[in-house]
């Protein structure tokens, strides 16, 4: 074993021992271009690599200086092959003193969640039912030739318009879920075959980026729920969600000045929320992050949806027909993404970077809902959303054989295993709303 390493070393040379590290030194590389992380008490300085990380560099930067082997874990299916990208980057170990997580972490819990996630890999729950997954596949695509039918059979009148609006917009939301679940790579035992899955999907059925959409999502399951880390939490101006103490003081309380009536936004989020997220923000951010990216590909899928979606509809519709039935389906798809991507998360702890450890973080940002054969499917198994963040990699028909060993891993620690009923859930959303919007007013007039 080498010595306390020093700061600023290099790689280990092949063969050469390894230096050691202590917490107190780790803690240091947490700076834009100086990046160290732990994974399974190894050291890894990630500073020049982070550009060059397949999910981002935001993501894995997010864990600079922290223990990052569960996230490791959670993201990658093949870990050896993974390892062998990290090799490079080895510059040292955890000094044999210093305890595997930085920080008060309950180590027992760690252990006990790894020696949790081992048993579900021994019950095969990472495995995935082709069946399964070609029965969504399927009848995605059989909604969207029915809308296509119906509008063919009965022609553009009032009442088979909003039908196929209904049936597209249905089969729009089931996209959402069928590419977020190639988007985890818990579909095919491939990672390649899960990413051009997911452009498919996302591109030709939805007319988005896939890379656009991982960007997002990965940030937002590595540090749920946390400002400046978490896209879907970091919305200010226009909402501001959990306390918003610690935000008043940069951005919103010097010379008493506000954007928006946020002791309204409960009521406002009605207008600018649900109807207009996949319309307007979607749309505008994926179309500017396949051109800053360039990612012309991804530019390419998404030209084919809005070719073929035209195509179909002009001739029934002329051009400004077919415009409005596609404004009609987002509006109505948007609803459903918000509602209930948003029931688990804006209920739950908003706030700052605690450095929990895996399982502590994700539990306290997500929540469960009440499930049957309905809100399974009409969710995408998304409301069992403490399942997903904790195996984010795992096929979400087998979240509830996985649920009871969770259960009882939150017994045992004295975790919140919160499940809420479906109402009760998208009714939270504008309590926390509310809840949020006050504490900003009543800050800002003690100011």
């Known amino acids: 074993m080498g010595g306390v390493g020093e700061p600023g070393e290099g790689p280990a040379p092949p063969g050469a021992p390894l230096p050691t590290f202590r917490w107190e030194q780790i803690r ?3 700076l834009p271009g100086d990046k160290w992380l732990v994974i399974e008490r190894r050291v890894y300085d990630i500073s020049r690599w982070a550009q060059r990380h397949p999910g981002g560099s935001r993501l894995i930067s997010h864990h600079g200086a922290e223990d990052a ?19 490079p980057l080895l510059i040292g170990e955890l000094a044999p003193e210093e305890p595997s997580q930085d920080g008060p972490q309950d180590a027992q819990l760690v252990e006990d ?18 069946a399964f997954f070609a029965l969504l596949l399927g009848h995605i695509l059989a909604m969207e030739v029915l809308a296509w039918l119906v509008v063919y059979l009965f022609g553009p009148g009032w009442v088979p318009s909003t039908l196929a609006a209904l049936v597209l917009a249905t089969s729009q939301a089931q996209c959402w ?15 390649q075959w899960n990413h051009v899955a997911q452009q498919f999907v996302m591109g030709q059925l939805k007319g988005f980026s896939a890379h656009w959409w991982n960007f997002r999502h990965f940030q937002h ?18 909402f501001l969600l959990g306390d918003p103490q610690p935000v008043l003081s940069p951005q919103y309380g010097k010379k008493k000045r506000r954007y928006l009536p946020y002791h309204r936004q409960h009521l406002y989020f009605f207008l600018i929320g649900p109807p207009l997220l996949t319309l307007v923000n979607f749309e505008v951010e994926n179309l500017a992050y396949m051109l800053v990216c360039m990612q012309w590909t991804d530019l390419l899928w998404a030209a084919s949806f809005y070719s073929r979606f035209f195509l179909c509809y002009a001739p029934f519709y002329g051009l400004p027909g077919a415009l409005l039935l596609f404004v009609a389906v987002r509006v109505l798809e948007s609803h459903w993404f918000v509602w209930i991507t948003q029931m688990n998360h804006i209920p739950k702890e908003i706030g700052h970077e605690k450095h929990r450890d895996w399982a502590s973080s994700q539990l306290a940002a997500t929540c469960n809902v009440e499930p049957s054969l309905f809100i399974d499917w009409f969710s995408g198994h998304l409301n069992f959303q403490i399942e ?32 809420k009923p479906f109402l009760t859930a998208l009714v939270d959303i504008i309590g926390s709303l509310k809840k949020s919007g006050d504490v900003w007013l009543e800050a800002y007039l003690h100011q």
Not at 115 to 130: S, V
Not at 177 to 191: A, I, M, N
């Open 177 to 191: 879920c069928l590419q977020h679940d190639l988007g985890h790579t818990s579909v095919f035992r491939k990672s």
């Open 388 to 419: 997903h963040h904790l195996f984010p990699t795992m096929p979400r028909h087998n979240y509830r054989r996985v649920a009871p060993l969770v259960k009882a891993l939150c017994a045992k620690h004295g975790l919140n295993y919160e499940v």
């Open 221 to 238: 399951h590595a540090k749920p729920n946390i400002f400046h880390k978490d896209p879907d939490v970091t919305v200010a101006p226009v």
């Open 28 to 30: 240091q590389h947490n």
């Open 113 to 130: 969640f790894r020696a949790l996630r081992q048993a579900a890999e021994d019950m095969e729950l990472f495995e995935a039912k082709p």
């Open 69 to 87: 082997t569960d996230a490791f874990r959670a993201f990658h299916q093949d870990l050896n092959f993974v390892r062998k990208f990290l090799q």
